[in-house]
């Protein structure tokens, strides 16, 4: 399978919005829809990018910054960092 991913600008370390509620404002509906498209698409990005075995560990962790968190936790933090 091959995923193509458009517009890979999002902030990985970016908590999630709070959980919404019938009376939740527009706003903050956008921006929970942002932050929820951008999750999606690291976690696939991401998911795709590592071995097998590595995938299927990580593949029931719900958001992106878990993800990383655990594989720092694994391998360390890099000394290089893309900014």
């Known amino acids: ?3 193509v991913i458009v517009d890979l600008r999002f902030d990985l370390i970016e908590e999630c919005p709070p959980f919404l509620t ?3 404002f527009q706003s903050a509906r956008d921006a ?3 932050w929820t498209k951008a999750n999606d698409k690291a976690h696939v990005y991401i998911l795709a990018s590592m071995s ?4 299927k560990k990580h593949e029931t962790m719900v ?4 993800i990383m968190d ?3 936790e ?3 933090q890099s000394s290089i960092q893309i900014k």
């Open 1 to 3: 399978m091959i995923r």
């Open 22 to 24: 019938q009376n939740t």
């Open 52 to 55: 097998d075995m590595l995938s």
């Open 63 to 66: 958001t992106a910054c878990q």
């Open 74 to 76: 694994m391998f360390g």
């Open 32 to 34: 929970y829809d942002c």
């Open 70 to 72: 655990s594989l720092r």
